[in-house]
Each structure stands twice: as structure tokens, then as C-alpha cells.
């Protein structure tokens, strides 16, 4: 599901040659860079833990990895990006990833800390902990590779939210990201500024590079045995994108609201009810069930990715999967997939996943109804004239005849009726008014918080 082109940079060739200027501009040396470093970066490192034997992994916050075609220019400085664990636990390890970039990157001093409010570049003084790899603070990260720092004692608490700092010394031109992260990415001022306190020498990436996780890919804690990892996997919808009022299009003056994914929601009515289940995303915008994205941002086809960001999720017990509006309403070279393509397509991925053993649970296609673009500027301001064709009657049909494959199969273990929830009484096929971003296509906050209510937590509440 395609969101606000500002939003997600698809400004590809200016982005692209901003980010090789920016890296290949003078840097300062390592004596500069150290000599930049406050006296506040000289903190003890974590406590490591070293005997984690038999104890219970837990994924504790996820995104999925999309691309590294659009990156950020970051070579010399420090990247500061903050999200909301959604499992507590006392021993953590942070997990990194290099997956979709053709070059190594280098990271040092990277730092776990606690975000001081929102919006905001500050963390609270003394939660700085600095993370090692193998015992250095310094990692590579080869072309593809993902990485886990080590396991180390740093409390984490549901909901308050964590930053995560590094610095990059060397030359980085890629660098592997989420796309449309719904938070304020910030860059320093050349130099290591990843254990500082204070955001001064942080700004907000500039327009049309921000919303995008860098790097990161997981928060995991050691939690009792009991606890099960649900992965709600899908497009934009999932991802959360329009999710956080007076983001888009206001840079610089903050949010007014943080984590309104539907998985947010999810989560805080499962710890609200006791249940043992953290939740974990794995939603990408623009994401598509058979083809890979029509922007290469947009991500593999869910079918491809399917192992690296579901099956191979550590702790995942459960699977809740919701897409198909891109594959009927995006751009492609030839036809549309049809509904039958589409629910073959479904059916490998029941397969697969209870192939490995989980559990899936199947959601249907929210409407999107009016939600109608010709034009869309994807390099730059010229329009080339493509048309976004969620809230046409052709994909409309193609998701009504799915949604009644979906409600009446009995591969998955279970549905959650999305489109019912969601939809306008007095006008089929919209959105309801007040779960309406404003986009025809996208839930408000107000909208993926009526999806959590949606779910029934039975469905994953057994073995």
C-alpha cells in the first residue's frame, strides 16, 4: 500500500545523488572526530550478561528490512532514530542488518538509551548504554549481513521508548533501511555524537529522506518460556503509515502522537488483558503478496520475504497476515493479478507457515474506495502519469471476491474481518469517516486502533 509520496522519498535520482555528494564531501579525520567527542561519551559500557543459556528469546520490537536504494548521507556523523519496545525484559541484545546493500558499513559506539520525550533528539542523561559486538564497539557489516550485539543487563518497559545511536566513521553511500518508519530520524553534526544527552548536535533528516529506520532491526529480550511472538505482517496498513497525527508534512514541529500502528494497539490490549504475547511488525508500504514492488522501496513480494521476516522472526509462534489492495490497486507492466492468482497465493503462504510449524490467522482487505491518483511524481516534479488504482471497480471486485475466500476458508487458523470493521454503513466499499486518514486508503489512529479492537486475542491465546 503506497502512501504520501513525500513521506517516503520517491524523489529516487535527486536523494540518490544528494547522498553520494554528501558522502564523497570532505570529512573530518579521526583525531577530528575525536577531539568532537564529549566527555559524556566516555560512560561505562553495558554489564554484559554472558550466561544465556536455556533461556526464552523474545522478540521484543521489529521492522522489516525493505531496500537500499534511498539512504541517508551519513558517512562522518551520528544517526539518532527512537521506537517503542513492545515486551519488557531485563537482558537485551540489539540486531542489525546490512540485507539488501551491495556494500560494507561501519558502525561505532553503538548506544541504547532513553528517549526524553517524543520528537524529540534528547535522551535522559546517565540511560546511555554503550552495546558491543563480540566485545567491540565497532562492527562491520558485510553486504547482506545482519549482526546481534551482545546480550546485555539494560531494563526494558512497554511503551517507553528507546533510542538507538551510532556513529558512522567511514565512507557509507548504503545503507540498508525501513521504509516509511513513522518517526523522526535524526543526523548530527560531523563527528561522534552517539552517547550525547543532549540533541543539539541532532537535526531532523531533511524532507524527503525522513520516516526511514536505518539499519536496526530488532529489540530481543530473555523473557520466561510462555511468552509467544505474534507476527503481523502486511503493507502500509500494517506498517501503520498515516498513523501518527501531524507527522506528515509538518517537519520540525514535532508529533502529537507516537505508536498508533494497529500493531501498537494490538499489543497494549494483549498486555492490557495479561496475555504472553509480544507483537512484532513486519509490515512494509507498498508491499505486495505476488510481485515484488513497483518501486523497488516497496519491498520483495511477501511470498519472497516471507522466511527472512516471518519464519525467522526469533520466538515467532504466530502469523497474522493482511494484504492484497497493492497487488490489485498498484502500477504493473502487465495485468493485475486476478482474485484466483491472489488466493493461490494465500494458500502457499497457510502452507508455509504451518510447514514450520505456526500458527497463521488471515485478515481481510480493508476498502479503499475512492482512492483514485493520476500523476504521481515519482522522480523529482515530473509526473509521469501513473495511476494508483486501489478505488477502482476492478480492484474493488478483486478484493470483494478474496475477502469471500477468506471468510469462509478453513486452511488458516483463523480471520480477523478487517473490511467489516473498518467499512462506512452508509456508503459500501469506504472507509467508515472517522477511520479514515483522509487518503480513502489508509486507516486514521482512530481507525488501526477500531483494527486492534477487531481481533480476537483467543485466536492466539492457546498452544
Not at 118 to 139: R, Y
Not at 444 to 451: C, E, T
Request: net charge negative; with cysteine; hydrophobic share 35%.
Amino acid at each position: 500500500m503506497t502512501s504520501h509520496v513525500s513521506t517516503f522519498g520517491l524523489l529516487a535520482f535527486p536523494a540518490l545523488a544528494f547522498a553520494l555528494l554528501t558522502a564523497c564531501s570532505d570529512r573530518p579525520s579521526q583525531q577530528e572526530s575525536a577531539n568532537n567527542r564529549p566527555a559524556s561519551s566516555l560512560e561505562k559500557p553495558c554489564t554484559p550478561v554472558s550466561d544465556t543459556h536455556e533461556q526464552h528469546i523474545v522478540t521484543s520490537w521489529k521492522n522489516a528490512p525493505s531496500d537500499a536504494l534511498i539512504t541517508h548521507p551519513i558517512s562522518g556523523l551520528s544517526v539518532r532514530q527512537s521506537f517503542a519496545p513492545h515486551w519488557p525484559g531485563q537482558t537485551v541484545r540489539l540486531r542489525i542488518t546490512n540485507r539488501y546493500s551491495s556494500l560494507p558499513v561501519e558502525l561505532d559506539r553503538v548506544h541504547v538509551a532513553r528517549e526524553r520525550a517524543p520528537g524529540s533528539a534528547d535522551v535522559i542523561p546517565d540511560s546511555q548504554c554503550l552495546l558491543t559486538f563480540d566485545g567491540q564497539s565497532k562492527v562491520t557489516l558485510k553486504p547482506g549481513e545482519t549482526r546481534v550485539s551482545d546480550w546485555t543487563h539494560y531494563s526494558i518497559t512497554p511503551f517507553e521508548r528507546i533510542s538507538i545511536s551510532f556513529h558512522a566513521p567511514g565512507l557509507t553511500p548504503q545503507v540498508t533501511r525501513h521504509l516509511g518508519a513513522n518517526e523522526f530520524v535524526y543526523l548530527s553534526t560531523p563527528g561522534d555524537h552517539a552517547a550525547d544527552a543532549s540533541g543539539a548536535a541532532y537535526q531532523q533528516s531533511p524532507e524527503g529522506y525522513t520516516s526511514n529506520f536505518l539499519v536496526i532491526e530488532a529489540l530481543e529480550v530473555l523473557s520466561r518460556p510462555s511468552v509467544k511472538i505474534l507476527v503481523v505482517v502486511g503493507d502500509s496498513i500494517t506498517d501503520g503509515s498515516d498513523s501518527t497525527t501531524s507527522f506528515l508534512g509538518n517537519q520540525g514541529q514535532g508529533m502529537t502522537a507516537t505508536d498508533q500502528r494497529y500493531p501498537d494497539h494490538l499489543q497494549r490490549r494483549i498486555l492490557k488483558a495479561g496475555l504472553p504475547i509480544a507483537v512484532a511488525n513486519a509490515g512494509i508500504g507498498g508491499n505486495e503478496l505476488l510481485n515484488d514492488g513497483w518501486l523497488p522501496q516497496f519491498g520483495p513480494a511477501l511470498v519472497k520475504r516471507l522466511d527472512t521476516d516471518v519464519l525467522q522472526t526469533t520466538g515467532v509462534s504466530h502469523v497474522l497476515l493482511m494484504i492484497g489492495t497493492n497487488d490489485f490497486g498498484n502500477p504493473h507492466l502487465g495485468a493485475a493479478p486476478t482474485s484466483a492468482e491472489m488466493i493461490a497465493g494465500l494458500k502457499s503462504v497457510v502452507e508455509r507457515v504451518q510447514a514450520a510449524g505456526l500458527k497463521i490467522v488471515l485478515g481481510t482487505i480493508p476498502p479503499a474506495e475512492g482512492s483514485v491518483w493520476d500523476g504521481l511524481p515519482v522522480l523529482g516534479a515530473t509526473p509521469l502519469h501513473v495511476q494508483i488504482l486501489h478505488g477502482t471497480a476492478e480492484a474493488r471486485r478483486g478484493r470483494d471476491e478474496t475477502n469471500a475466500w477468506i471468510r469462509q476458508q478453513k486452511l488458516s487458523d483463523g480471520v480477523v474481518d478487517f473490511e467489516a470493521c473498518l467499512s462506512d454503513p452508509d456508503r459500501p466499499g469506504y472507509l467508515a469517516p472517522q477511520y479514515n486518514s483522509g487518503d480513502n486508503l489508509h486507516p486514521s489512529p482512530l481507525g488501526y486502533a477500531a483494527m486492534a479492537d477487531c481481533v480476537n486475542l483467543n485466536l492466539f491465546s492457546g498452544a
